[in-house]
């Protein structure tokens, strides 16, 4: 019995996409390599470890990779308010109990120095609820209520991710969300509608932050409209420094300023492995070099050739996700799989972009690369599920 | 809408979806081609502008040679405890590593038994201005604590000995006016300062050292090193060794400046002598002197400044004394020249001569009778000399002493140099409201009134008499080779005329009653005159001037003393002690079996001259 069991696992892994395996596993490896880049000549005898902490991550993360591939994905459709529910409580845990760092409540600790970032675990959470519900067939997608229910949906934990305060991921479920309307077959005026509003709600912001001086109001009436925004001086020093990085090159700027310094000295070539002087010599902070500008330390080191490697992976990645979802004949598996392959992608672009200063800084990681052991292991469970769609995608009774 | 129109109109928006992902992908992939391959070197040099630190290492000062090789100014290694900050580098907030540097400081203080010479401010200061730079914080350590130093070195890390060039005049006091001192030179803090961090060479602020500071120098090289984010140095990228600076070699002889001084025992004067037969000056002593090697200190400066005697000032270039006396060769050389007065010339002297409506006084007041240019020389003879120059006409005076080079500094390679005054009709209006008058005449010639010389200016003088009418600049940098000198003019002074003013000059030395008898010395010739100029209430200074030997000079030599009795009494004594020394040294006379006869100060009284 038991024996067959494992058989059975054997021949649906041996049935997995192994394209998406061979990749999943590069990138995994690259993550390994550069993170000890980042962190090896480093003075902090707690940070130049991380690599192996990362191999941990891993680790667990391939355990849970295996794990939802195995499993039926249609089993999350049962959990997915339990898992929604979850995450939220979660969410409102942290803001009381999580530990502050870098001036946010992102930690909820375990045991110890071992802790998970709640708003991680939401991004996966919120995506299976909504494929769930936009793949009932009853939903009748044209009605601006349904369209509403799903709002509410995103808005509750981005909302409450937002309080932590942690702008950058809070906004990364609306595209995800919108991406997932879209594919469901809400009808485009909606979604345009909800992309026109998105835009509207920036175009506020910068309008608040920028017109009284580009007008030439008072210092104390831009003070006062600034504050309009809602954002934190934090935020609104990042948005600054994208639109005036002179403005303050040793604060806000530094990060943006030293990161494109690395990326644009890498050349074509790059300086070679271990040997980024920007990270090296602790130009772009030690805090972050492994986290969210991992990318820069790829691309000093291996110069474009290397950033292009990397964002082939990750093309590669999301062809593989959305190959699952274009294969299966199952609604839901599709907006599982478009939805994964969406908050990758954002993910992606939006850490890219922000590392080469083409958008502001956003603690938003890179996929299987930044260090981190929450995100490893949510997106190694959502690739699970993206080989769970595959492994089952040539099933008949799924198609009514 | 059918279930399978829907999935197919879904199939459709999953791949616009992907094509919209990998689309956006090649806009990064071709952002990333502008940043990494087409903007590569901007941001390369970007990187190199906020790591790179340029340091500038300054030459090694060249050193100062007298003419027989003795060193007069050099660099002596100075054992240094330096502090690599990079090493005790504490993590987090900075003043946790300023507080580790000064704990590691005081422990040292400890174990060397020595006081702290830096504070807490230093620290900070090095910290945030040059923190890649080794920070000195003991300089001139002494033997025992480089021993102490050496059995404790392995307890500190990070902390090591750092030598670093000091300044030194092995001769201390002597010819300190014209060696001159150094001191630290400014940063240079213009735009065009390619350093970050200016390490300061020294600098000549006075004598030489301030002259010939451009060929003492040498050029700066300097030093490339990478910094990490936090200012410690990360490596050394490249080194541009400093050239070092020129030796310089004086004419000066450091035995006849060191006779000169001798004689001088730090009272106020001036001893110069020159080789006439090239201008090189062999000796530039003046006295009251100071030590370099002593001026370390504020409080010690401030005492050399503050002495009454003022030590600072080089008297034998920018003291301007009436010469009195001594330019009464100069009046009966221009006689001559001017045809107007012969050698044969008379002027009987009853003791005074009056010239508008005012006696000149004779120091002789029972008056020298008649006498001819010769014995006026010799017997310094006031009456003779207003007489002579009132028929010969100031203006010739003035021209023939401007044309020599009074009134103007003599080009001498020291800075702080006096011209002198030689005045003249123009001058007397400008300054004093009124025309030149007969009387001034008088007054110049016998080296009174208005005119003031340097003893620099009178040695120049001096030589020409010496070498046959050859004005030599007053030299004191030996070239590269060449000792021919700075050749300036020739004097048109016929050999005749000129005989008849060495001859004078020659009695003045070696005749009976000779004004400069006290310079004699048994077994040579010299020639001389002595002088004695009164200023403010009988207050005098006394000159001697003199060449030797007469008949083919090697020296030509100026003595002068403020607050003297007179040239003849209070100079001339200690000038036959200098000449003595230098012609035995120089094998012309041997050495002198006993001391020089003790002076009669019974006879002063009649023989000082005016």
Known sequence: ???????????????SNWLLNGVVGMLLLLGVL?????????????????????????????????????????????????????????????????????????????????????????????????????????????????????????????????LQPDLGTAMVFLPTAMVLMFVAGVPLRYVGGLVGIGAALVGFVLAALFLPAVLGAGEATQERIASLSGLSDYQRGRIEVFFYPEKDPLGAGWNKRQSEIAVGSGGLKGKGYLRGTQN?????????????????????????????????????????????????????????????????????FINVAMTIGLMPITGLPLPLLSYGGSFMIVMMSALGIIQSVYIRSDRRETYR | MSTRERAESVRFRIRLLLVAMLLAFGFLAVHLWQVQ??????????????????????????????????????????????????????????????????????????????????TREDIQMHVQRRLPLPFLVWRGLDERALARWAENDRVFVGVDIYVEPERVYPLGLSAAHVIGYVGRADAVNTEDNPYHYYLPEMEGKGGVEKTADKRLRGRAGGRLIRVDASGFKYEEKGEREPVPGEDVILTLDMDIQAMAETVLINKPGAVVVMDPRNGDVLAL??????????????????????????????????????????????????????????????????????????????????GHGTLAMRKALEQSCNPYFIDIALRTEYKRIYHMAASIGFGLPTGIELDGEAPGLLPDDEWKRR????????????????????????????????????????????????????????????????????AVVRGGMHDVVHAEQGTGKRVRLDGVEMAAKTGTAQYGNGLKHAWVILYAPYEAPRYAVVMMMENAVSGGITVAPKLRELMQMLLVRDGTLVAPPSIPAEMDLDVIEGEADA
């Open chain 2, 431 to 498: 300054e004093r409201r009124d025309a030149w008058r007969p009387g001034d005449t008088a007054n110049v010639a016998i080296g009174q009134g208005a005119l003031l010389v340097t003893p620099l200016q009178m040695v120049m003088f001096t030589s020409a008499l010496a070498n046959g009418g050859t004005i030599y600049r007053p030299r004191l940098l030996r070239g590269k080779g060449g000792t021919d000198g700075d050749f300036v003019k020739r004097m048109a002074w016929t050999p005749a005329q000129l």
């Open chain 2, 285 to 366: 002593a003046s006295a009251p002197a100071f030590d370099v090697s002593a001026l370390g200190s504020q409080t010690a400066w401030q005492a050399v400044l503050d002495d009454p005697g003022r030590p600072l000032i080089n008297r034998a270039i920018a003291g301007q004394y009436p010469p009195g006396s001594v330019f009464k060769p100069l009046v009966a050389l221009t006689a001559l020249v001017s045809g107007r007065v012969t050698p044969a010339t008379e002027v009987s002297c009853p003791g005074y001569i009056t010239v508008g409506n005012k006696p000149f006084r004779c120091w002789s007041r029972r």
């Open chain 1, 1 to 15: 019995m038991r024996d067959k069991a494992i058989a059975t696992a054997f021949k649906q892994l041996r049935k």
């Open chain 2, 37 to 118: 391959v087409l903007r590569a070197s901007e941001f390369s040099s970007s990187l190199d502008r906020q790591s790179i630190r340029r340091v500038r290492l300054p030459g090694i000062r060249g050193r100062i040679f007298d003419r027989n090789g003795t060193c007069l100014a050099d660099n002596r290694p100075q054992y240094c405890l330096a502090i690599y900050t990079e090493e005790l580098r504490q993590r987090g907030r900075w003043s946790r590593t300023v507080d580790k540097v000064d704990e590691v400081i005081d422990e040292m203080a400890l174990v060397l038994g020595i006081p702290r010479q830096v």
């Open chain 1, 280 to 348: 090296i010599l602790g130009f772009l902070p030690r805090s972050v070099a492994p986290t969210d500008f991992i990318f820069s330390v790829v691309a000093e080191e291996k110069g474009f050739v290397g950033s292009v490697t990397v964002l082939v992976l990750f093309g590669l990645l999301i062809g593989c996700g959305v190959w699952a979802g274009l294969l299966t004949l199952d609604p839901l598996a599709r907006l599982l799989c478009a939805g994964i392959a969406s908050l990758i992608f954002f993910h992606v």
């Open chain 1, 34 to 162: 550069f993170v000890y880049s980042a962190c090896y000549v480093g003075d902090e005898t707690e940070i130049r470890p991380l690599y192996l902490r990362q191999l941990l991550w891993i680790a667990v993360g391939l355990v849970c990779y295996i794990g939802f591939a195995l499993t039926d994905y249609r089993h999350l459709k049962r959990f997915e308010w339990g898992i929604y529910g979850g995450c939220l409580c979660l969410l409102i845990v942290v803001l009381f109990c999580g530990r502050t760092i870098y001036g946010a409540k992102r930690w909820l600790m375990l045991f110890g120095e071992l802790g998970i970032q709640p708003s991680e675990l939401a991004k996966l959470g919120t995506i299976v609820l909504l494929a769930g519900r936009l793949s009932e067939p009853a939903r009748q997608l044209h009605r601006p209520v349904e369209l509403l229910q799903v709002l509410a949906l995103v808005a509750l934990p981005a909302g409450l991710i937002m």
